[in-house]
């Protein structure tokens, strides 16, 4: 009992270090998964018996490297072309040292970056790394995005054969071209982190295993890679994450930022995430992730809505505006310069966006236009914002605040 009880936490804490060291090995996704699986019912039957190694992942990758080559020359009776890719693999991969931790560790990068290759479509980006990076099922994958587990294995396999077909290398890029790729890598852990953070649609308004598995993520690549937009990244998730427990009420009601109780936050992923802040913005390369995560330590480090340095978070959005121009961007700017020069200004800049027909179907532009209207006193257009708003939000906490606003608003 005590060896499977061994086995379940060497799989928990070890099944992704492996899977990514047998993908090299093997240089096939489908192949290593059934290699690390047949390693660890291996394990089952060998450990209670012969004791749990002193090193159980060197064990585990060893084992199921010797799985998989058996089982492709037991295959070699029906296709003779397993039988010498078998011999080709046992002979580039029979160096027992190029497994050790530092290894392991490069496989993991390598794995990210080649479930975020450029070439695959950004929904596949995601379904591929949550499933072989983080080890999440398909239906776990699906209920986080509200998509069918059939949709997400579709996407994973297009994805696999994808990366077969078009050969894409199993490799972290050369230097001089990390800074591109890691772009996608970073826009596909922050997707993740959103969804989390902020479910686009459904009953709840987080989902709080997406956003950890997308902060586990980011610590693995801050570990990896000490590139500042990593650690900026790193950063903002976790200021992010620290207000997670007042950002409703136990009704499930949403609490916007001003409303908070503080007291709630979590001051300990706070400090962290200040601290990284503080080193992101001390490297050469610091961008838009950077920034966001500096504006969001502004708030963190107000001990009351009140005291918010309204000024500092506008000059860091100015900033941000220059570094990653968006709409959304320009919206956020605009809802911090009416918090600095009050309302009108903040209308009249969300009136322009809203004017070149960037942001119509975005149920926050409306939400932030009818919430500035309300503080005018112009409550017709305040109504028909908020209308607006409500047609297009999908999350049901938001509709309900949507709702709850409409009913406060006196007659026009």
Partial sequence: MEARETVDAVYRAESRRVL?????????FDRAEEAMHDAFIAAVEHWPREGVPDNPRAWLVSTGRFKAIDAMRRRARFDAALGELATQIEAATNDASAWDDQAVEDDRLRLIFTCCHPALTPDAQVALTLREVCGLTTEEIARAFLTSPSTVAQRIVRAKTK?????????????????ARLDTVLHVVYLVFNEGYSASAGESLTRHDLSG?????????????????????????????????????????????????????????????????????TGRRFGPYTLQAAIAAVHAEART??????????????????????????LNRAAAIAMRDGPAAGLAIV??????GELESYHLAHSARADLCR????????RASYERALALAKQEPERHFLEKRLRELPPS
């Avoid at 990514?20 to 096939?28: F, K, S, V, Y």
């Fill in 20 to 28: 990514a060291t047998l993908i090299r090995l093997l240089g096939d």
């Fill in 163 to 179: 990366i077969r077909d078009a050969r894409i290398p199993y490799q972290v890029p050369e230097r001089a071209d990390i800074p």
């Fill in 213 to 281: 598995e997308a902060i586990r993520l980011g610590r693995l690549l801050a570990d990896l890679l000490a590139e500042a937009e990593v650690i900026g990244l790193l950063a903002l998730m976790l200021l992010h994450e620290s207000r997670r427990a007042a950002r409703t009420k136990e009704s499930g009601e949403l609490v916007l930022l001003d409303e908070q109780d503080r007291t709630r936050w979590n001051r300990e992923q706070i400090v962290e995430g200040c601290a990284l802040v503080e080193r992101a913005l």
């Fill in 305 to 330: 809505a009140a005291d918010t340095d309204w000024a500092q978070i506008v000059g860091l959005y100015d900033v941000l505006v220059r570094a990653d121009p968006s709409p959304v961007v320009e």
């Fill in 351 to 356: 009136d322009a966006i809203l004017g070149r």
């Fill in 375 to 382: 503080r005018l006193g112009r409550m017709a257009d305040a």
